[in-house]
């Protein structure tokens, strides 16, 4: 069994900076990809930033510059480093893993539980 733990997040004036991070643990036996995706009341959930086979990054085009994913291959650990947050920043941040597990053949996809952030104007 896999699961993803997040801590981070919170309220923060616009222009401000947070830090979420992810942390994947269980019968781990490699990691395509770990990243952040969000939702907005109202909104479907969108990508926010990934990295792709640990090294590959890709950022969703409202949030570069601002936004820095990296990740701990050797810990499993992602962090998302979210400075000049503004309020349209605002919404449930989910971590997202696909990994393979030493029980199963192919990746699955997995959510952590989402922490909040809230970014006041």
């Known amino acids: 069994q896999v699961q993803l733990v997040e801590s981070g997040g919170g309220l923060v004036q616009a222009g401000g900076s947070l830090d979420l991070s992810c942390a994947a643990s269980g019968s781990i036996l490699r990691v395509y990809t770990m990243g952040w995706y969000r939702q907005a009341p109202g909104h479907e959930r969108e990508l926010v930033a990934q990295?792709?086979?640990?090294?590959?990054?890709h950022y969703q085009d409202s949030v570069k510059g601002r936004f820095t994913i990296s990740v701990d291959n050797a810990m499993n650990i992602a962090y998302l480093q979210m400075t000049n947050l503004k309020p349209e920043d605002t919404a449930l941040y989910y971590c997202?893993?696909?990994?393979?597990?030493?029980?199963?053949?192919?990746?699955?996809?997995?959510w952590g539980q989402g922490t909040q952030v809230t970014v006041s104007s």
């Open positions: 997202n893993a696909d990994i393979q597990s030493i029980d199963r053949e192919s990746y699955q996809t997995y």
């Open positions: 990295v792709i086979r640990g090294q590959l990054t």
